[in-house]
């Protein structure tokens, strides 16, 4: 099984940018897809962006353009860089490593993004 661990949430001002990282324990990282989610105050957990194991991208229509989802199958991490961010991007923001139907999250990291 893949574990994954986030790290590089806090507080920016809108227009700002944040990178986020995922690190993942396990011996194949590379088998999975890794995945970003989120969730605000109130709200369901979304898909912000997946990496497959094939090296295809989708991404939220609502970051298109804004954020870009990268993976390092060497370092066993996955990575979201989010530039022009917006107070709706304010969020809990939590990896994922899906494989065969199973996702194991982490914990999840905040994102606050200030007007």
């Known amino acids: 099984q893949v574990q994954p661990v986030e790290s590089g949430g806090g507080l920016v001002q809108a227009g700002g940018s944040l990178r986020l990282s995922c690190a993942a324990s396990g011996s194949i990282f590379s088998r999975h897809a890794m995945a970003w989610y989120r969730q605000a105050p109130g709200k369901e957990r979304e898909l912000v962006a997946r990496f497959t194991s094939d090296g295809s991208t989708n991404y939220a229509d609502s970051v298109k353009g804004r954020f870009t989802i990268s993976r390092d199958n060497a370092k066993n991490t996955v990575y979201l860089q989010m530039n022009s961010l917006k107070p709706e991007d304010t969020a809990v923001y939590y990896c994922?490593?899906?494989?065969?139907?199973?996702?194991?999250w982490g914990q999840g990291t905040q994102v606050t993004v200030s007007s």
């Open positions: 994922a490593a899906e494989r065969l139907g199973f996702t194991n």
